[in-house]
């Protein structure tokens, strides 16, 4: 009787998975090309364009939005497992889960459609942003070299500046060293205004000021070889980073409670005109647009210490899509893409949302203060780029090592001794995993 009651349940499953894969199934229509997506700012315009594109081409691209960005994950992880994944979607996720889709066959390799036309395409598009979608000769992923992504918009992080605040503090135009940013600050503290403001109660934002200085000081490779184990941060360079917050905070050049702020804060401080600085992504137009309209700013790299090596900021790719490997509409959904990202739809996407446009021809049909952030897009590096990045418990180790300088709590020898200290028991480590792999 057990054995019988078996079999019919097994029997039910099959039938159920026959019923899911049926109606999976069903909704693949390969004439149709259906989008999930995360981006609320973006959902009326990617809806609108897609319209456009149907009447068009006779093509229909059908815009689904799931949010928040974590739910939305969720949502791509649950379908990847039952092979069920849309004809576009994004991965909102560290470059080895990235790797992990391309491997398991989630994702287009898209080389090729590149360089159709006489790489048309790829020309047309900002290399760091294609870059965030590329995997080199020698990626530590395993990855077959090629483009895997296509960037609808393209970020930074800079200095933005208050032209109001400036003015009343009798400055005449935005300060173009590290020191000529501490003597406007204090230029503005003599008024009552505040210098730089940043959401550095977010790690990442203290890291991304941080590395910014690193490479400006010593360069990427000697960062890298840090990253490596071969520089230790008790180096006189890496002091000379930990140096910059120390000064920062002596000359009151910070907000007061910066090292606690949440971006979003310090965004609401920024734009109500209570600080004359702020260290912020290029997505703070849309941002600031909607807590002050009237708002007078522009933008500038962070002033560098080293005026004898180019100042790095961070930045790439904004959003990406990418094209399901297997999808019956696959070639739909490349000609949807490619589109999507030409110069008339990127102008109207960052009109719409003011984000920045991932096509450079798209540059001068935007705002100026939009054009002025993505003019300096050869100037940015990310981690994402990056061949080495630093173990995670010492990078958060860093950053609370940062914060701690600002407060007062550790001086900048400190701070490099500590980070230093963990650096090598990570590694110890990281050792011991090594041969226990190898054993």
């Not at 009787?1 to 229509?29: G, H, P, R, T, W």
């Not at 497992?81 to 909102?92: E, K, M, N, V, Y």
Request: a neutral charge; aromatic letters at 10%; hydrophobic letters at 40%.
């Amino acid at each position: 009787m057990k054995k019988i009651a078996s079999i019919l349940s097994f029997l039910c499953l099959i039938a159920l998975c026959f019923v899911f894969v049926s109606c999976s199934q069903q909704e693949k229509d390969p004439d149709r090309v259906v989008l999930w997506h995360w981006m609320n700012d973006r959902h009326e315009a990617l809806e609108t364009l897609a319209a456009r594109y149907q009447k068009e081409t006779g093509v229909k691209v059908k815009i689904d939005l799931f949010s928040p960005p974590h739910a939305y994950t969720q949502r791509i992880t649950a379908t990847a497992q039952t092979r069920d994944l849309p004809d576009i979607f994004g991965i909102l996720d560290k470059k080895e889960i990235f790797a992990a889709y391309i491997k398991n066959g989630f994702v287009a390799d898209l080389t090729e459609e590149y360089k159709k036309d006489n790489a048309a395409w790829e020309k047309s598009l900002f290399t760091k942003a294609l870059d965030v979608n590329r995997f080199a000769e020698d990626n530590i992923y395993g990855v077959k070299p090629g483009v895997y992504g296509v960037p609808l918009d393209v970020t930074n992080i800079q200095i933005i500046y208050n032209k109001r605040l400036l003015k009343k503090a009798g400055i005449s135009r935005p300060p173009e060293t590290f020191d000529e940013f501490l003597e406007a600050t204090k230029a503005l503290n003599r008024v009552g205004v505040a210098g730089l403001v940043s959401g550095w109660g977010e790690m990442w934002l203290i890291e991304s000021f941080a590395l910014n200085y690193a490479f400006n000081i010593m360069g990427e490779e000697k960062v890298m070889a840090t990253f490596r184990g071969q520089v230790p941060y008790t180096d006189p360079d890496w002091i000379k980073v930990f140096e910059i917050f120390d000064t920062l905070s002596e000359q009151g050049a910070l907000v007061d409670g910066i090292v606690i702020k949440q971006n979003k804060i310090a965004e609401q401080d920024f734009a109500l005109e209570r600080a004359a600085f702020a260290f912020n992504g290029s997505w703070c137009v849309n941002v600031y647009h909607g807590m002050n309209a009237d708002l007078e700013y522009g933008v500038i790299l962070p002033p560098p210490v080293n005026p004898d090596r180019p100042m790095k900021i961070w930045g790439g790719s904004g959003s990406s899509l990418v094209v399901n490997k297997a999808s019956p509409s696959k070639d739909k959904a490349i000609a949807f893409l490619r589109w999507l990202t030409a110069k008339d739809q990127q102008a109207y996407l960052s009109q719409e949302t003011k984000n920045l446009p991932a096509n450079k021809d798209a540059l001068s049909e935007i705002p100026q203060i939009l054009s002025d952030f993505a003019g300096v897009m050869d100037h940015t590096t990310h981690p994402t780029l990056w061949k080495y990045n630093e173990l995670a418990k010492v990078a958060s180790e860093f950053n609370k090592a940062i914060q701690s300088i600002i407060v007062g709590d550790l001086t900048p020898q400190e701070a490099a001794a500590k980070v230093q200290s963990i650096k090598m028991a990570e590694m110890e480590k990281e050792k011991r995993r090594q041969q226990r792999r190898e054993r």
